[in-house]
């Protein structure tokens, strides 16, 4: 969403995650006036109008008339981050109720037959050696 303070001209954009259903304030990033304002699905039903106060949300992002951004503390809400815990943190292994390695590293060539790993291999050969030559499945 794109609120554009009429007092300054700077076009604060709204995110649409927290802004979605919003019925509260924020603040122009450019001049500081608090706007009250109420959403629905994505949609302004009511304002912006002025108001007192602290905002409940600030912009993700505003930029000047001249399309130079404004960014800083007070002014817009910083970007989200990843989770700590996962962050560069290597991925556990994992394996299926048959011992299986189902996830978690890239495959080492003894583990391979061609392209494909080798459990997924023996898979398919299996009932191709179990089925007789010239025997059709039954339907």
Known sequence: MLLTCPKCKTKNFLDPYPFWNFKGKTK???????????????????????????????????????????????LTRAAPRARKDSV??????????????????????????????????EAIAAPAASTPKGARGTV
């Open 28 to 74: 122009c990033a450019g001049c500081g006036t608090v706007w009250r304002l109420e959403t629905a699905a994505g949609r302004c039903t009511s304002g912006p109008e002025a108001a007192d106060g602290q905002p409940d949300l600030l912009p993700g992002f505003a930029e000047k008339p001249d399309y130079t951004a404004i960014t800083g503390p007070g």
């Open 88 to 121: 560069c943190r290597p991925i556990p292994i994992q394996r299926n109720v048959r011992g299986q390695i189902v996830s978690g590293r890239p495959l080492k060539k003894d583990e391979l037959v061609g392209s494909r790993p080798r459990f997924i291999a």
